[in-house]
């Protein structure tokens, strides 16, 4: 239950002794303060009744104004629906506008999801605002090589200057929690339909990244109008506004004649392309785990000749048998289990284990690596298609194509829908289209 009470904050004296009031709202050891704009001596407050006393010369208008305010505040926190924090109830109070910056927000957000050591999503978010700022700032005078040039010059100081570490992660974030420069109001259609294109003619953007940036502004929006932050009439979104539409893109698969030409090519032991095959492959042998989760394999997530883990991406637990074909890589590299830091694969045998952003980093620079080298071993197997780390998890579903339960695929795939798990897997099932194709072609 929270305390709601109007005091005197005699911390807050002005050079006339005169003192602010305040409403204070606390619950579960957190307080917020509402300043009221009224300002009296000590000598006219009586902090017992929460009221000014008869010496005040307005006493009588003034306890009206308080009592007035009191009132609305009870209202709000006890006819909301939804729990309400003391913070939601002060922002309640002074009233949702538009003219909230967007960026101190946004900030805000990232900064709690790096701290709880989500670095994919704050990372990526961080991006998002970069982008905004850019396009905030861009030069429509300037030819578009030019201007492209430019960011993705600031683009590369702002790495270079991270990995010197002249530039923090946080610094990136106080940057913003500073920057003023675009507010909720400003968000408009035009405003979207503006941004798409440019993310699509100046940052070269295919349209799911384009929706993915769509996708936050529209949650950071729908949090500020929750806590009362943002009218819901600047709202930019649904209706006959802005549509969000998620496309869906092909999802291609490796044949088995295709994953055995990877299984049967030759490389020099102990290489990086070497290493990059056997990590693909365990990925693949193990029904499509994440490449990141590959890397970051143990010798502790195994026992009983299984694999136990817990994915990174949903926090949810895997037990899988470890196949024959996956053993069998898994035996080259035990000889340096006690080389590689606790690690299978030695892409994170220098890593602090107890450092997640470390470990975070390490995984995102080896993923980028295989990226490379797959490319090779794609034409060295005169692989057509576009071998990268996550097709290692569609040939899995285009090898299983309708031979395997759903349910069952649903628990290899560590989905938490049964629908998830038949919208993916109808990438890869043909053949009830096919002969429909063929019993009219084919008469």
């Not at 009031?21 to 009221?36: Q, V």
């Not at 009588?60 to 924090?85: P, R, W």
């Not at 299978?344 to 993923?367: D, G, W, Y």
């Amino acid at each position: 239950m929270a305390s709601i009470k109007i005091v005197l904050r005699k911390n807050m004296m002005r050079k006339d002794n005169t003192i602010p009031l305040a409403i204070r709202i606390s619950e579960n050891y957190k307080t917020n303060y509402k300043w009221l704009g009224q300002y009296v001596l000590e000598k006219d407050w009586d902090k017992n009744t929460g009221r000014v006393k008869r010496t005040h010369p307005n006493a009588k208008k003034l306890n009206n104004f308080l009592l007035k305010k009191l009132t609305e505040t009870n209202d709000i926190y006890f006819d909301s629906k939804e729990n309400i924090t003391p913070k939601q109830v002060k922002q309640k109070l002074k009233g949702a506008g538009g003219s909230k910056s967007f960026f101190v927000f946004a900030a805000d957000r990232v900064k709690r999801k790096y701290e709880r050591e989500v670095f994919s999503v704050a990372k990526s978010e961080l991006s998002i605002l970069y982008n905004l700022e850019e396009f905030l700032n861009l030069n429509i005078s300037l030819e578009k090589d030019l201007a492209v040039k430019g960011i993705f010059e600031r683009r590369k100081q702002r790495v270079s200057k991270g990995r010197k570490g002249e530039h923090s992660f946080m610094d990136s974030v106080t940057y913003f929690k500073k920057n003023k420069s675009l507010k909720f109001q400003d968000i408009t259609e035009s405003f979207l339909d503006k941004y798409k294109d440019f993310c699509s003619v100046y940052l070269n953007q295919k349209s799911r990244t384009i929706t993915n940036q769509l996708i936050f502004i529209r949650t950071l929006f729908n949090k500020a109008i929750k806590d009362g932050i943002v009218d819901a009439k600047f709202y930019p979104f649904g209706g006959e506004k802005e549509k969000i539409r998620i496309g869906n893109s092909h999802k291609i698969g490796l044949t088995v004649s295709e994953v055995e030409q990877i299984e049967l090519l030759r490389l020099e032991p102990y290489t990086s392309i070497w290493h990059t095959k056997n990590v693909w492959l365990t990925a693949f042998y193990f029904a499509g785990i994440r490449i990141s989760d590959a890397v970051k394999l143990r010798w502790s997530d195994f026992k009983d000749s299984r694999l136990l883990y817990t994915m990174d991406k949903n926090e949810k637990p895997v037990s899988l048998k470890i196949p024959d074909k996956a053993s069998e890589i898994l035996n080259f590299y035990k000889k340096e289990r006690h080389h590689n830091n606790g690690y299978v694969f030695p892409f994170l045998k220098e890593v602090n284990v107890s450092n997640e952003e470390e470990i975070f980093k390490k995984t995102r620079n080896a993923t980028k690596l295989f990226n490379k080298y797959l490319k090779r071993i794609a034409t060295m197997c005169e692989i057509e298609k576009n071998l990268s780390n996550h097709i290692a998890r569609h040939s899995f579903g285009n090898i299983a194509g309708d031979s395997i339960h759903p349910l069952m695929l649903q628990k290899l795939y560590r989905h938490s829908d049964l629908k998830t798990t038949i919208n993916y897997q109808a990438n890869f099932i043909h053949r009830d289209a096919d002969d429909a194709l063929d019993s009219v072609i084919n008469f």
